[in-house]
């Protein structure tokens, strides 16, 4: 590769310059050949099935028979692959979220309609279902429309 001198500089900055960008270029290598050494390897430990609690879209729906038993297995929909779970910090004897999971759950509505373009994406806390889907409808607008489909799916870890 041809040097690039900027205006001004000494040898010795040149050098030093050219010395990182070598160093830069062979960590981006060494990142790419990990990451083939990764794709290469076998199928590993089977996971273990884990369950959550799951209510309907709409968020005036808040009767526990409206819940519904789902499989982590389950959470991979609409043909992807990925799944992206975020954890709300929502503890069964919390009265109310922390504030900065539910700061990032207010930027949800703007990018999960992105996101589940590509991956199947869920909010999970360990609170019990109603009460996570009540601070949902009360949170942000007030409306059932705080998580509206194809946004975050709630669940609760039971």
Sequence with gaps: MAPFIFPGENEEYRQRRQALLAAELALRNQV??????????????RVPEYGFREGPADLNRNDPDDMVDVRLADLFTDAHDTLIMDHL??????????????????????????????????????????????????????????????????????
């Design 89 to 158: 910090m929502f503890g069964p004897n919390d009265d109310v979220p922390c504030e900065m999971c539910s700061m990032w759950a207010d930027g949800y509505n703007a990018i999960a309609r992105h996101i589940t373009q590509r991956a199947s994406f869920v909010l999970v806390a360990q609170a019990q279902i109603t009460r996570l889907r009540s601070w949902a409808q009360q949170h942000g607008t007030g409306s059932a429309s705080v998580f509206p489909a194809p946004t975050p799916n709630l669940l609760a870890i039971p």
């Design 32 to 45: 790419e050949e990990v990451a083939a050494l990764r794709r290469q390897l076998p199928l590993g430990m």
